[in-house]
């Protein structure tokens, strides 16, 4: 597993057991005087820990592991300080939320700018996806192509794009017109099998979920179970894109579909090198590798059958594009290494321009 993801999943699993600790082991109501004394201290110790964990320790966890370790922009602190000021709205002492009511005439305004600027930012993307549901091929590309200079934009613009993608792939006759693939991916989500147990997932899930919560709220019920339902579009689009369209050229951009979570548009342009060989993950874990082939020999460790070397770094955009990541180098693990090099060179030796959206 590569650093950035092991540090992603780390935080993940840090911040989980730090605000269900604050959720479950902060009172109520906390009781404590102005007198500085070891018993008012010793009161006050889950609040102070809870504050410290929640703004402090936190926080500088995310930009170790998350902003520092998966190269992101730094704005994206602002996630972190929300997802904890949310949790400290539900969780500390109802009495030392009276200290913070002056949030409360900020609140509005604060709320209209950014209502103002997520606007802003919506109508835009929706006009740009707009212009270009003429245009033939993955959503998520198209919104790529079009905002990828712009961080922010990028943030909200590919995210948007999963769902019209979703149907697009879901539904074969929607995507009848994709370009073809020049090769697959070797991945477990090619197999039927692989299909029917996420669906299969998906109905027990939902059903179960309605099942638990019908007698606590129906509405809750509804919303949860509808979700996991709603999940066998996203499953069957993963199913399709894995087995059809995982590795293929769309104008002059190379896409290589890692299922339906993350994928890579390449500028043709900027692939230097294409080779061929055994690449194994072994001693080189940090190296970005899309499918799963085993190494030759004894070795049961991951390996690739074809290396892409960039003149300029890419972006693969991970976890529905909120991870994006920069690399110099990708490692493929593909039914046809052989073919897919003769057709990447060719394509390198005369380019497609993609059409533009009118």
């Known amino acids: 597993m590569r650093t950035p993801v092991r540090k992603r999943l780390q935080f993940l699993l840090t911040a989980i057991v730090v605000f269900t600790a604050g959720f479950q082991l902060l009172p109520e109501q906390l009781a404590f005087s102005s007198t500085l004394t070891i018993e008012n201290l010793v009161a006050m110790s889950p609040l102070l820990l809870a504050v ?52 409360t005439y900020l609140r509005y305004p604060i709320i209209g700018v950014l209502l103002i600027i997520e606007l802003y930012l919506m109508v835009t993307i929706v006009k740009g996806l707009w212009r270009a549901r003429k245009l033939s091929g993955d959503p998520r590309v198209h919104a790529f192509n079009q905002y990828q200079d712009d961080d922010k934009k990028l943030t909200l613009a590919v995210p948007f794009a999963w769902e019209p993608a979703s149907w697009y792939y879901a539904i074969p006759k929607f995507s009848r017109n994709h370009a073809k693939a020049l090769a697959q991916l070797q991945v477990n989500s090619t197999q039927r099998w692989h299909w029917l147990l996420l669906l299969t997932g ?15 709220s129906e509405l809750v019920a509804i919303i949860v179970a509808s979700f996991f339902f709603y999940s066998v579009i996203f499953s069957t689009a993963n199913h ?21 979570w993350s994928f890579i548009a390449i500028d043709t342009k900027a692939i230097a090198e294409v080779n061929l060989g055994d690449f194994q993950q072994t001693g080189n874990k940090e190296q970005l ?70």
């Open 289 to 358: 590798l899309l499918g799963k082939a085993k190494a030759k020999g004894s070795d049961k460790s991951k390996a690739a059958n074809i290396e892409l070397v960039f003149s300029e770094p890419q972006t693969y955009m991970a976890m529905m594009g909120q991870m994006p990541e920069p690399v110099n180098k990708l490692w493929l693990a593909v039914d046809k290494p052989e073919q897919l090099k003769q057709q990447l060179s060719e394509a390198l030796v005369a380019p497609i321009h993609l059409a533009t959206a009118s």
């Open 240 to 260: 399709r894109i894995a087995r059809h369209y995982s590795v293929y050229l769309l104008g002059d951009k190379l896409v290589v579909n890692a299922a339906f």
């Open 202 to 216: 998906c109905v027990v899930l939902g059903t179960s979920c309605y099942w638990l919560l019908a007698g606590w």
């Open 52 to 103: 410290f964990g929640y703004f402090i320790f936190l926080p500088v966890l995310y930009w170790f592991w998350v902003i520092k370790a998966g190269q992101q922009k730094p704005w994206k602190m602002f996630l972190i300080f929300s997802l904890s000021a949310l949790c400290a709205r539900y969780s500390f002492p109802s009495n030392i939320a009276e200290y913070f009511e002056f949030i």
